[in-house]
């Protein structure tokens, strides 16, 4: 399974934007990237995923760079309540398909 | 986004006995479920994985005999864990997926606390 490789912890000013950056040098043609992030005592939760092009959604933009060994998420106005661990994965396009989490990002956010 | 529910949220059990975590998609049949475990602090660790009407896969250095893991519907999984010491408390989570290319859901998580 490939890895990803995130920074341990990040910290932002409420309504601010949040850059999360994750690196997948080993990603192969068929990984997609997903995100998520949990919350203290929760299970993860989906935020967004792609394959090669920039992703939007109502939580996140997901910037992949051109040759896709790297990956952005972006939170566009950080709020108290997205303080949480973000999570970037890579999910290939065979086998188990099975989710291998990383240490992921501890992202603070300052009121 | 789809619905994975787990129960109990949070159990006691006494050490040497067995307890029992479900999972169940709540607005989807899941052909697969994973199952992890989560320590204070750290990242989720993947246990195993499920395929309804299969045997689960387990990680190495996963005990199936000690983690049972039953997938009897396409909405229902179970973890049993069994002869549990206090080691085994911890976060347990599941997830499940529609299929091998959906995006997979979590679970809330289920605190197990063995004293």
């Known amino acids: 399974d490939a890895k990803t490789t995130q920074p341990n912890s990040m910290e932002s000013n409420e309504e601010e934007p949040v850059h999360l950056p994750c690196n997948h040098s080993t990603i192969s043609g068929t990984d997609y990237i997903h995100w998520y992030r949990q919350l203290p005592s929760q299970g993860p939760e989906y935020v967004i995923h792609?394959?090669?092009s920039n992703v939007n959604n109502r939580m996140a933009s997901l910037a992949i760079a051109e040759d896709r060994k790297s990956s952005t998420l972006i939170l566009h106005r950080a709020t108290l309540r997205d303080a949480a661990v973000y999570y970037c994965i890579l999910r290939g396009d065979s086998g188990t398909y099975k989710y291998i989490f990383g240490t992921g990002t501890r992202l603070k956010v300052l009121a | 986004g789809a619905v994975v529910s787990q129960h109990p949220s949070r159990v006691i059990c006494k050490s040497g006995t067995s307890v029992k975590i479900e999972c169940r998609s709540l607005?989807?049949?899941?052909?697969?479920m994973f199952w992890y475990r989560q320590f204070p602090k750290q990242s989720l660790m993947l246990m195993a994985t499920?395929?309804?009407?299969?045997?689960?896969?387990?990680e190495q250095g996963v005990e199936k005999d000690k983690f049972l893991i039953n997938h009897a519907s396409l909405t229902l999984s179970t973890l049993t864990v069994t002869s549990a010491h206090p080691e085994d408390s911890s976060f347990y989570i599941c997830?499940?997926?529609?299929?091998?290319?959906?995006?997979?859901?979590f679970g809330e998580g289920s605190w197990l606390t063995v004293v």
């Open positions: 997830s499940a997926s529609q299929g091998a290319r959906d995006t997979i859901y």
């Open positions: 607005d989807f049949q899941a052909t697969t």
């Open positions: 792609g394959l090669t």
């Open positions: 499920s395929n309804e009407g299969s045997k689960a896969t387990y």
